[in-house]
């Protein structure tokens, strides 16, 4: 099945610099990649996703990019502000199964002042 | 419109009590999906549901663990003879058609405490 790896676990960025979150997933067939956003007892919210299809997604200051050959996929921010300190999670469809999405362990990111 | 909601939201069991959790997906959505989210984890896939139809259930880690949508609407999960291992947030999500491409909406979770 699908496995998707997530680093850094942990990123610490100064306000107004870009944060860079990256993933790697193990099956070739998976078509969709959504990144969510989780505050500290919130509900995981959708932030942007990308289909296979595309090489790039880019929604404000927040972008993804997507290469299938390496089988990895990136989430960048741009000018951070305070409220984009969350957890950050990424995810890859399992096409062996009509339902999965398998998650990476998260990112928690810290916007310093 | 109404998002996802789940209930309770918070839930505190005695080890080897049952336990039911229930999540009211957006209207007319036809798919929903259990995971579980462990503690600085990402969330795990339970089970999924089409309408009434359980589709998948790989995920759910014992025969103690068992779900139902029986009119293709609100879900419960139901955790029977609950262990410590199993203390963690039950998230549920749905999503308007089916298969696991499309934006699944999650709700705000139910926390689970078993002592």
């Known amino acids: 099945g699908e496995n998707v790896e997530q680093h850094p676990s942990t990123l610490s960025v100064q306000e107004g610099d870009s944060a860079v979150i990256k993933c790697t997933y193990s099956?070739?067939?998976?078509?969709?990649f959504p990144w969510y956003k989780q505050e500290l007892g919130k509900r995981p919210q959708l932030i942007i996703d990308?289909?296979?299809?595309?090489g790039e997604k880019k929604d404000q200051r927040i972008a993804v990019t997507l290469n299938k050959t390496a089988k990895h996929f990136s989430l960048h921010i741009t000018e951070t502000q305070p409220e984009d300190s969350a957890v950050y999670f990424c995810?890859?469809?399992?096409?062996?199964?009509?339902?999965?999405?398998?998650f990476g362990s998260g990112t928690r990111l810290s916007i310093r002042p | 419109g109404a998002g996802v909601s789940q209930s309770p939201r918070y839930k505190v069991a005695k080890r080897g009590q049952d336990v039911a959790l229930r999540c009211d997906p957006i209207?007319?959505?036809?798919?929903l999906f259990w995971y579980q989210q462990a503690l600085g984890q990402g969330p795990e896939f339970l089970t999924y549901?089409?309408?009434?139809?359980?589709?998948?259930k790989s995920g759910l880690p014992s025969d103690r663990f068992f779900a139902e949508r029986p009119e293709g609407s609100v879900s419960t999960l139901k955790i029977q003879r609950t262990q410590q291992e199993d203390s963690a947030v039950y998230l549920c999500?749905?999503?308007?058609?089916?298969?696991?491409?499309?934006?699944?909406?999650f709700g705000p979770g139910t926390r689970l405490l078993v002592l």
């Open positions: 990308i289909r296979s299809n595309v």
């Open positions: 209207s007319g959505h036809v798919s």
């Open positions: 099956d070739s067939a998976s078509n969709y």
């Open positions: 995810a890859a469809s399992e096409r062996s199964s009509a339902s999965k999405i398998i």
């Open positions: 999500a749905s999503s308007l058609a089916g298969g696991g491409d499309e934006t699944q909406y």
């Open positions: 549901f089409q309408n009434e139809a359980q589709l998948d």
